[in-house]
């Protein structure tokens, strides 16, 4: 009789145990490389350290603690710091995470990055993720062998925020550094300090205090699930490039990209997107090429009003680095000046 009472309670325990495991939402992590990832000679070393050097799963494994707030799985689909990204790289990232949401025993996902970045590769996936599950990108500024290494903590955070109920439909979150960001705002504004990462002008989505994510705000602009951009079908991005505006800029750089067959130009213009003579030639001569041109601004901040009398269309509050990653994914679409500048107004 005790044999029987003990085995019922033995069944009993597994079974709990099994249940609270399988009841925990499913986060796949999906590693890139960058400095979450990296290692240097000694624990003080800060910079000059290699980028890229950690697998995921010994991410995975150097928190635990995130055991206790999903089932995680990772898988890796670069290794690199994230300078050398690039558009085949991010379209099949994009790729992936559409595949990976659309099970449904998938209840979200974390992507770990470099910081260069991040906020390219966010914001092309906050446009072209077609789902309303919580997508999180995470990072670190110090490589994962220094001493007080932000990596850990901003890894568990990120699992924390994409296991939320709360986060769904909130678009592509970036997480670092207790603050919960939008992809479409924030971007990185120092090359070393931990809170890096921000939006001036339009705030966090939200905060983490003692391991809980506390929301505040959403996003007005278009994203994800709404988004009219479908790339999951795509095999090469569009060429866009950016050329900056300053005392003296030069028109052979437009020369330089007709001649490489640019689809698209952002200028990085200064103020709010102001055009230099030599540029306003440079410009012309790219919309006769038939390369659509977007005018941004190189501050980094504020709106680029819209005005008829000036060429090219306009970022709206993007940045140029932004800019170029949605005139990449519009030109996937159309050709429209008319529809992309609506693109750039609205998303």
């Known amino acids: 009789m005790k044999i029987r009472v003990f085995m019922a309670a033995v069944l009993l325990l ?158 592509v979150m970036v997480v670092l550094n207790d603050r919960i960001g939008s992809a479409r705002f924030v971007t990185k504004t120092n090359a070393t300090t931990l809170d890096t990462f921000k939006a001036p002008e339009e705030g966090y989505l939200g905060v983490i205090v003692n391991g809980q994510p506390q929301f505040e705000t959403r996003v007005e602009k278009i994203h994800t699930l709404r988004s009219v951009f479908d790339v999951r079908n795509i095999k090469k991005l569009p060429n866009v490039v950016i050329i900056y505006g300053y005392q003296d800029d030069p028109e052979y750089m437009y020369d330089a990209a007709i001649a490489h067959h640019a689809d698209g130009i952002i200028y990085a213009g200064t103020g709010a997107g102001s055009v230099s003579v030599r540029s306003d030639a440079g410009i012309k001569k790219a919309e006769k090429a038939g390369i659509i041109v977007v005018r941004a601004s190189r501050t980094g901040n504020g709106v680029v009003p819209l005005d008829k009398g000036q060429l090219g269309l306009v970022s709206d509050s993007l940045n140029p680095a932004k800019a170029r990653v949605l005139l990449m994914t519009a030109l996937t679409q159309t050709r429209n000046p008319e529809l992309i500048q609506s693109y750039f107004s609205t998303y």
Do not use: W
């Not at 890229?52 to 995680?72: C, D, K, S, W, Y």
């Not at 996902?109 to 970045?117: A, K, N, P, Q, R």
């Not at 490589?143 to 909130?170: C, F, Q, Y």
């Open 14 to 171: 597994i079974s709990h145990c099994v249940f609270s495991s399988t009841s925990l939402p499913h986060i796949v992590i999906l590693a890139t490389g960058g400095t979450i990832a990296g290692t240097a000679a000694n624990n003080t070393q800060t910079a000059g350290y290699k980028s890229g050097e950690l697998g995921v799963q010994t991410l995975i494994n150097a928190v635990p603690e995130m055991n206790n707030i999903a089932r995680v799985d990772g898988e890796q689909v670069a290794n690199i710091g994230s300078e050398n990204m690039t558009s085949d790289i991010i379209l099949k990232l994009s790729q992936k995470v559409n595949a990976l949401l659309a099970r449904d025993d998938v209840d979200g996902v974390v992507i770990t990055h470099g910081t260069d970045t991040l906020d390219e590769t966010a914001y092309f996936l906050n446009l072209t993720v077609k789902s309303d599950k919580p997508v999180v990108f995470t990072a670190a500024m110090r490589p994962a062998s220094a001493i007080s290494a932000d990596g850990a903590m901003n890894l568990l955070e990120a699992v924390t925020v994409a296991a939320d109920p709360n986060a769904k439909g909130r678009g």
